[in-house]
């Protein structure tokens, strides 16, 4: 019966615009209409990283919750840990409606919101009056669209929630934002990294706790600037890779009116091109450095393939769209069988199997 339900809630949305369809579940979500389906991980699909313990490896990725409105819903759901924003300093409004698009035959999205949120302040209050519940939140810090100074904002994040974020994520890679790709490059990328885990380390010395910073990036680099990219993190002591952001190619889609909409494609559509430079930036950066897959990942096997491409966590969100909340269970539920197929004990030991193959795969 409450699969029926979804399921009807599901094609319920979809009659709805994309933009509306979003903020209609996040209400279902903060009035408690959607139940949680949390259960207890198989625990083999535990996964420790930093001072963190991840009860599984499944999360939301940043833009679904930008404003730190449901994230304890998010977990009751299921996932192992959400991330919430892209916040900004201030609050901005984003572009102007329509920004989002679905494309059904596609299995895919484009959004062009622009970083649209309500702020540090009132992120800061959302986050405030869960502190004594429990599960790993994430905070992603981006840069206003009029910032005289984007790294004096990558900053400002890091010291407006050191003491109570999970793990920060640097993102520099929304393609709806203009410039904001360009601190991809080396010697911008090198500027932005200093200053945010000098204010990181400040803030560790204030607090006790080293706040795991990630930095997130785009599908689209060519393998040099990758590489610049993997060389600056390994030597600024970033502590992650999330990879990666929406592409701006629009390769392979179905010639609809919405395939031609500007903005970041995700969803079914970015997998094969976001596993290539997970495959790569894994090679690039060795065993050791924590790397999150995220793009396209819709099913069972699409996050298993990230994990043997080089994956230690995982993130999704389009693919919700399409399929609602039962596939969070049903990859969970898949990830344990392989584990069970494959003789394995943790992700861990399947994780890097295929990273060789898909590091050759053409982008």
């Known amino acids: 019966m409450l ?3 979804e399921q009807a809630a599901l094609k319920g949305l979809q009659c709805l615009d994309a933009e509306t369809a979003h903020q209609a579940t996040i209400k279902a979500l903060k009035s408690g209409l959607m139940p949680g389906r949390m259960k207890a991980s198989d625990p083999r699909l ?3 990283l930093w001072d963190l ?4 490896p499944l999360g939301m990725a940043a833009g679904f919750d930008k404003n730190g409105e449901v994230p304890d819903a998010l977990l009751r759901l299921g996932f192992g840990y959400t991330e919430v924003g892209s916040v900004t300093p201030k609050p901005q409004p984003g572009n102007p409606r329509p920004r989002v698009f679905r494309l059904p035959e596609d299995q895919g999205v484009i959004n062009r919101y622009g970083f649209n949120n309500e702020g540090h302040e009132a992120l800061r209050r959302r986050l405030d009056a869960r502190r004594t519940l429990s599960g790993i939140v994430g905070i992603n810090v981006g840069a206003n669209k009029d910032a005289t100074d984007r790294i004096a904002d990558y900053v400002a994040g890091i010291f407006a929630f050191a003491d109570i974020a999970s793990y920060f994520t640097v993102n520099i890679s929304s393609p709806n934002t203009p410039g904001l790709r360009d601190l991809q490059a080396r010697s911008a990328l090198a500027e932005l990294l200093t200053g945010v885990i000098s204010a990181r380390d400040e803030c560790t010395e204030k607090l006790g706790r080293r706040v795991p910073v990630l930095l997130k990036i785009a599908p689209d680099v060519a393998d040099d600037d990758l590489s610049d990219i993997v060389e600056e993190v390994l ?3 970033v502590d992650g890779l999330i990879v990666s952001n929406t592409t701006i190619s629009r390769e392979g889609l179905k010639p609809t009116g919405s395939a031609k909409e500007t903005g970041g494609l995700s969803g079914r ?5 976001s596993t290539i430079v997970l495959a790569r930036a894994r090679k690039l950066a060795g065993p050791d450095l924590p790397i999150v897959g995220v ?3 819709d099913s069972a096997e699409t996050a298993w393939t990230k994990v043997t491409a080089g994956a230690d966590l995982l993130q999704l969100y389009s693919s919700l769209v399409f399929k609602g909340p039962a596939l969070i269970n049903e990859i969970l539920t898949g990830l344990a069988a392989r584990l069970d197929e494959h003789g394995l004990s943790s992700l861990r030991e399947a994780r890097d199997a295929n990273v060789e193959a898909w590091a050759a795969e053409e982008a």
Request: no cysteine.
């Open 295 to 297: 793009g396209g990942i």
């Open 46 to 48: 535990a996964v420790k």
């Open 269 to 273: 559509p970015l997998f094969r091109k």
């Open 3 to 5: 699969r029926l339900l």
């Open 53 to 56: 313990r991840f009860p599984n």
């Open 235 to 237: 030597a600024k002591s």
